[in-house]
T-cell receptor, first 116, second 114 residues
Framework: AQSVTQLGSHVSVSEGALVLLRCNYS??????LFWYVQYPNQGLQLLLK??????LVKGINGFEAEFKKSETSFHLTKPSAHMSDAAEYFC??????????????FGKGTKLSVKP | GAVVSQHPSRVICKSGTSVKIECRSL??????MFWYRQFPKQSLMLMAT?????????EQGVEKDKFLINHASLTLSTLTVTSAHPEDSSFYIC??????????FGQGTRLTVV
């Protein structure tokens, strides 16, 4: 069974510090991987996704994530945190079986706080 | 942690019929619920946002009369796909928020219209 684990339900960093949000997945087939951000009382926004090709994926707002198959990880990073980055972040995995599309499976989310 | 239950997880229906999907928050009061649909190349699309006791706010391009959303209580929101057609076949997922900013996802519903 596929699953997604986000280590740390709450991460706090200082403004300007490195942001690292961890995501590990379990999968028996090559996955598609996603990071979403959700601001309070708003819907999800796609930050970035990995499907095939380059394993380092760049997204919006300066975020990037690297797919590491050997570690079954897809950690999200940003070199310098900004106050506006405070939000909840969700990692998700989806599988493609031939031409059909598997369901999205979400991690439980990590709330990012940014201190001035 | 908070639990959101979405039911059914899978449903197959005939073209022209209606299907109701339920999203329940089991251990908290969900003041806001979000409904999403999964598209092949666009990952997840927000369909609508519903607040308890008020009409849902639909995203642009989502047909209100086709995708009926009801949020009658603080623990239950429903999405009804009316007069379903094969192109409505998709994965629908809800998430619920208690207003603290944190949201919790249901397990999703795979709808197949034949």
């Amino acid at each position: 069974a596929q699953s997604v684990t986000q280590l740390g339900s709450h991460v706090s960093v200082s403004e300007g510090a490195l942001v690292l949000l961890r995501c590990n997945y379990s999968s028996s087939v090559p996955p598609y991987l996603f990071w979403y951000v959700q601001y309070p009382n708003q819907g999800l926004q796609l930050l970035l996704k990995y499907t095939t090709g380059a394993t380092l994926v760049k997204g919006i707002n300066g975020f990037e994530a690297e797919f590491k198959k050997s570690e079954t990880s897809f950690h999200l990073t940003k070199p310098s945190a900004h106050m506006s980055d405070a939000a909840e972040y969700f990692c998700a995995v989806r599988h493609s079986y031939g031409g059909s599309q598997g369901n999205l499976i979400f991690g439980k989310g990590t709330k990012l706080s940014v201190k001035p | 942690g908070a639990v959101v239950s979405q039911h059914p997880s899978r449903v197959i229906c005939k073209s022209g019929t209606s299907v109701k999907i339920e999203c329940r928050s089991l251990d908290f009061q969900a003041t806001t619920m979000f409904w999403y649909r999964q598209f092949p190349k666009q990952s997840l699309m927000l369909m609508a946002t519903s607040n308890e006791g008020s009409k849902a706010t639909y995203e642009q391009g989502v047909e209100k009369d086709k995708f009926l959303i009801n949020h009658a209580s603080l623990t239950l929101s429903t999405l009804t796909v009316t007069s379903a057609h094969p192109e409505d076949s998709s994965f629908y997922i809800c998430s619920a928020s208690a207003g603290t900013g944190r949201a919790f996802f249901g397990q999703g519903t795979r709808l197949t219209v034949v």
